[in-house]
Structure formats: structure tokens, C-alpha cells
């Protein structure tokens, strides 16, 4: 108990420390345009989600209804309100419309919150906003199709240089960011793969490349520190939602990537902590006694 809520003024401490020292009108107005920018941001990223696995263009606007075919009122597009103004349903069919348009939306809106929250108003929370939006379509995308786009993939690898620029994280730590989760989710998606093959006959890998491939490039921009707790998170809930998933509805298929998207994000912000938590954890409750005593014995 003590440990969540010292990790909890931890993560406080780095943003808001800074932030103690705006004005109380600085928040009136900061934290309704970072939302509004994050939902606007995040209608964007429905038209990815929605597009992108279709291969259609994601710059034409002309948005419609997926039943009726009408035309998309400028009224409706405001991102959040509009769905909750037309409770949920076309304005000429009255067809319902997927409460997962306004989700995306103010989940975007929350975590861009969230992100400057956590890193103050500074250019490494405007990349930890990119970089939660990319998440956000890489966990839908992936929901749906099963499959990653390796180009976000890329950009969020990208993302390490301006991070290089204005973060602490040494370059040794992308490095081993890179190795640290990707060589062993490699190894086990290539041994699970051969087995399952051998066994069924399908060419199914236990972790797909894609997941491999995006905690490789989230090891570069991350460090190791964020990226080992993010893959424990995301393999925890991944397989707490897999057990579910398959006794309700017996579906032993499920995307990996939204659980370690979550994992990414939650590591991102306090992962850091995390591993220095669990190290000093580790060194204050074996180390020093444990080590010399084995250490001794093996020596007399
Ligand atoms: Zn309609």
C-alpha cells in the first residue's frame, strides 16, 4: 500500500511539482484545450482505425452514415458532444452509432491530459502525445484486423530522436530498450510457432512478429526501463482478459497488442519508477545479506 501511493506522489511530483507554480487560470484554460486538441486529435484517429485497414483515403472528409448513406451534418462532427447531443444515433435513420467513436475520442482527450499531467508542459509530453495516439490506433487496429501497421510501428521508433533531445534516457537504455522485451518475445513467438505447427499443423505464433516489432521500437524510444514493466503489464492483462474472453465465449483467438499498448502507456508514465522500485526492492531484501552469506558459504 505504502509502495502504490509513494509511486502515486512519485508520478505526481515530476509534472505537477512544476505546475504548483502556475496560477489557478492557467488550469481554467490549459486543461479544457488540451482536452478539446486530445478529442479533436482523436476524431482523426477514428478515420484511421475505420480507413486504414480498408485501404481507403484518410483525407477525404466527406464522412456518411454506415447505414442510411446520408451525408454527415458539420454540426455532427464535433468530436465527444455531437454523439452525446444525437444520443448515439444517425440524425436521418436513427440507426445507432458505436459508442467506440466518442471513446476514442476522449480517451485521447484524457491521455493527452494524462501525458502532460505526468511530464509538465514540455516537448517530451507533446511526443508522449503522439506517441499515445499511435497506441491508441495500434490497439483498434489490431483488435480488429489482428494485424499491426509496421509504418506507426517505425514512427514510434522515430520518436527517439527529439526524445534523445529532451529527455535523461541514455542512449545504452534505448539500445537495450531495443533487445531487452523484442529477443525473448522473438524467441518464444518462434519456439511456440514450431510447436503449435508440429501439434496442429497452423502457422500460428504464440507472440506475433507485429508484437515483437512494436516493443523493439517502443524499447528505442522508451528505454528498458519503461519497456520491461510495460511487456509484464500487457502480458498480465492479456492473459486475464484471454481467460475471459475464452469462457464466455470459448474464442481462443484475441489480439495481444491493445494489452500491451495499455502496458506501454501505464509504462511510459511510471515505469521508470517501477524498475527503480523493484531494484531497490530487490537490493534492500536480498542483496546485501543474502549475496554475502552466499557468497561466503560458497568460498569456506
Ligand atoms: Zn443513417
Known amino acids: 500500500m505504502y ?49 486504414l485497414p480498408r485501404g481507403e483515403s484518410l483525407i477525404k472528409r466527406s464522412s456518411h452514415c454506415m447505414t442510411c448513406g446520408a451525408k454527415i451534418r458539420i454540426i455532427d ?3 465527444v458532444f455531437s454523439w452525446l447531443f444525437l444520443r448515439g444515433r444517425c440524425h436521418s435513420c436513427g440507426e445507432k452509432i458505436s459508442p467506440r467513436y466518442p471513446i476514442v475520442e476522449a480517451l485521447n482527450g484524457f491521455l493527452y491530459l494524462a501525458c502532460f499531467a505526468a511530464f509538465g508542459m514540455k516537448v517530451n509530453a507533446f511526443l508522449m502525445c503522439i506517441f499515445a495516439s499511435l497506441l491508441i490506433c495500434i490497439a483498434f487496429i489490431d483488435w480488429d484486423t489482428m494485424d499491426m501497421y509496421i509504418p506507426m510501428l517505425l514512427i514510434i521508433a522515430a520518436l527517439a530522436i527529439p526524445s534523445h533531445f529532451v529527455t535523461r534516457i541514455a542512449i545504452v ?5 531495443l533487445f531487452a522485451v523484442s529477443v525473448p518475445f522473438f524467441l518464444i513467438g518462434e519456439i511456440s510457432g ?49 481467460i475471459i474472453l475464452k469462457k464466455k465465449t470459448a474464442e481462443s483467438k484475441m489480439a495481444f497488442g491493445p494489452f500491451l499498448c495499455i502496458g506501454l502507456l501505464l509504462g511510459a508514465m511510471f515505469g521508470e519508477e517501477l524498475t527503480l522500485m523493484y531494484m531497490r526492492f530487490m537490493r534492500s531484501s536480498f542483496y546485501p545479506e543474502t549475496a554475502y552469506i552466499l557468497l561466503t558459504s560458497v568460498l569456506r
Open 3 to 51: 509502495q502504490i501511493c509513494s509511486l502515486a506522489a512519485l508520478a505526481a511530483q515530476k509534472g505537477w511539482k512544476e505546475w504548483q507554480f502556475y496560477p489557478a487560470k492557467f488550469f481554467l484554460i490549459a486543461v479544457p484545450i488540451v482536452f478539446l486538441y486530445g478529442i479533436c486529435i482523436g476524431s482523426f484517429l477514428n478515420v484511421v482505425i475505420i480507413r
Open 77 to 79: 462532427l464535433i468530436p
Open 173 to 177: 537504455d534505448r539500445v537495450i530498450g
Open 194 to 242: 514450431a510447436f503449435i505447427k508440429k501439434k496442429t499443423g497452423e502457422k500460428i505464433r504464440g507472440i506475433e512478429l507485429g508484437d515483437t516489432i512494436l516493443m523493439a521500437c517502443a524499447g528505442v524510444y522508451l528505454g528498458w526501463k519503461a519497456v520491461v514493466p510495460a511487456a509484464f503489464i500487457g502480458i498480465i492483462l492479456g492473459a486475464i482478459v484471454g
